[in-house]
Nanobody, 117 residues
Framework: QVRLVESGGGLVQPGGSLRLSCAAS????????MDWYRQTPGKERESVAR???????SYPDSVKGRFTISRDNAKNTVYLQMNSLKPEDTAVYYC???????????WGQGTQVTVSS
């Protein structure tokens, strides 16, 4: 099994920055990519960033140029640096991995990000 623990959410003014962290533990040997998703009430969870074990990243247009995902493989931790935040970035942010070893998806508990003046 894989456990994901997120931290770093909070309240920030428009134009501000936040950094989220997600630490993975447990049976992590089957994990390649790590992702960040976000969800607002009444909407589907959407991907906002992905990074492979080799460091290849991808982002949707809505956050490209503002969000940066990175990972420390030695610490089994993935980060999401969010800059130039907008009110529409307000959501619960979730860390996600897929374990090929267990053929299962794993999610963190979620961390609230609120962008408001």
């Amino acid at each position: 099994q894989v456990r994901l623990v997120e931290s770093g959410g909070g309240l920030v003014q428009p134009g501000g920055s936040l950094r989220l962290s997600c630490a993975a533990s447990g049976s992590i040997f089957g994990i390649n990519a790590m992702d960040w998703y976000r969800q607002t009430p009444g909407k589907e969870r959407e991907s906002v960033a992905r990074i492979t074990r080799g460091g290849t990243t991808s982002y949707p247009d809505s956050v490209k140029g503002r969000f940066t995902i990175s990972r420390d493989n030695a610490k089994n931790t993935v980060y999401l640096q969010m800059n130039s935040l907008k009110p529409e970035d307000t959501a619960v942010y979730y860390c996600h991995v897929y374990s090929a070893a267990y053929n299962s998806d794993y999610w963190g508990q979620g961390t609230q990000v609120t962008v408001s003046s």
